[in-house]
């Protein structure tokens, strides 16, 4: 069946670093685009990032833009999202997502947390 699984999460200080990953299966990875989407407490979930099929191009939020990077290893089916100068406002469960026409699957998220 479809899997994705979120891992790297953790508590970190401010201006910190932490690198997140998607283990994905169940589905023909590499024709999928994949994203990050984060969930504060009280809030909507929100897009983080996305790099398509191939990797041929990423976008981001204008929140994270120049601290967060998404990549995608096509041979291990995994996505990852680099998060550098993290502040408080990053604290979320981050969630990842594969998406392909009307196909649509989501993670069980892993916690972030940036606090001193």
């Known amino acids: 069946q479809v899997q994705l699984v979120e891992s790297g999460g953790g508590l970190v200080q401010p201006g910190g670093s932490l690198r997140l990953s998607c283990a994905a299966s169940?589905?023909?990875?590499?024709?999928?685009?994949m994203s990050w989407y984060r969930q504060a407490p009280g809030k909507k979930r929100e897009w983080v990032a996305d790099?398509?099929?191939?990797?041929?191009?990423?976008a981001y939020a204008d929140s994270v833009k120049g601290r967060f990077t998404i990549s995608r290893d096509d041979s291990k089916n995994m996505v990852y999202l680099q998060m550098n100068s993290l502040k408080p406002e990053d604290t979320a469960v981050y969630y990842c997502n594969a998406k392909r026409r009307l196909r649509d699957f989501w993670g069980q998220g892993t916690q972030v947390t940036v606090s001193s």
């Open positions: 790099i398509t099929m191939g990797g041929r191009s990423s």
């Open positions: 169940g589905f023909t990875f590499s024709t999928f685009d």
